[in-house]
T-cell receptor, first 118, second 113 residues
Framework: NAGVMQNPRHLVRRRGQEARLRCSPM?????VYWYRQLPEEGLKFMVY????????ESGMPKERFSAEFPKEGPSILRIQQVVRGDSAAYFC????????????????FGPGTRLTVL | AQSVTQPDIHITVSEGASLELRCNYS??????LFWYVQSPGQGLQLLLK??????LVQGIKGFEAEFKRSQSSFNLRKPSVHWSDAAEYFC???????????FGSGTRLQVQP
């Protein structure tokens, strides 16, 4: 069973460009979470999605950031008009949310995408 | 709002010595508690988790953690540290009604030969 996959692993953008980060959850998982890790800091929650639905976006910056998880294909985190402060590692996690098991609420993380804005 | 505190930013231990990493949480009800480990440039790997039941939880790589409700703590322990344990360790909490993990700021572990 392949783990959570993210690509690209490293992404370099110039200020003002767009960044698209992709996340494929583990097989059988239908819930995806995005977190951001700034240098020398812990991870901060950004958004929680199910297929075709944004469930909780309380951690998303109000502007320039968006996320989707279409019926088919990976989840996408999109950052428009990137600025230097967007440089960070972006992690995706997925979970199965199966009733009656202890896998409920256990999130499994991908390797991350490290975004550098020049 | 829930929060997680890892009071030790950086810890250095000798190989073979015992280890305890501290984690305190702030939340009214019993949360779900996790420890993750992150090696440099890598993603997070789940070490162990506590949902309910036995307050002493066994994890991978010889780690264990004990949930103490009275102290709002979930400290991670290992009886004998190996050089390969050098990494950053994150405590995290989630409570029912939300799915988002709240992470502590992490403890960086160095292991001396």
């Amino acid at each position: 069973n392949a783990g959570v996959m993210q690509n690209p692993r490293h992404l370099v953008r110039r200020r003002g460009q767009e960044a698209r980060l992709r996340c494929s959850p583990m097989k059988g998982h239908s819930h995806v979470y995005w977190y951001r890790q700034l240098p020398e800091e812990g991870l901060k929650f950004m958004v929680y999605l199910q297929k075709e639905n944004i469930i909780d976006e309380s951690g998303m910056p109000k502007e320039r950031f968006s996320a989707e998880f279409p019926k088919e294909g990976p989840s996408i985190l999109r950052i428009q008009q990137v600025v230097r402060g967007d440089s960070a590692a972006y992690f995706c996690a997925s979970s199965p949310i199966r009733r009656g098991t202890q896998d409920t609420d256990t999130q499994y993380f991908g390797p991350g995408t490290r975004l550098t804005v020049l | 709002a829930q929060s997680v505190t890892q009071p030790d930013i950086h810890i250095t231990v000798s190989e073979g010595a015992s280890l305890e990493l501290r984690c305190n949480y702030s939340y009214g009800a019993t949360p779900y508690l996790f420890w993750y480990v992150q090696s440099p440039g890598q993603g997070l790997q789940l070490l162990l988790k506590y949902f309910s039941g036995d307050t002493l939880v066994q994890g991978i790589k010889g780690f264990e953690a004990e949930f103490k409700r009275s102290q709002s703590s979930f400290n991670l322990r290992k009886p004998s540290v190996h050089w390969s344990d050098a990494a950053e360790y994150f405590c995290a909490v989630v409570h029912t009604g939300r799915r988002a993990l709240t992470f502590g700021s992490g403890t960086r572990l160095q292991v001396q030969p």
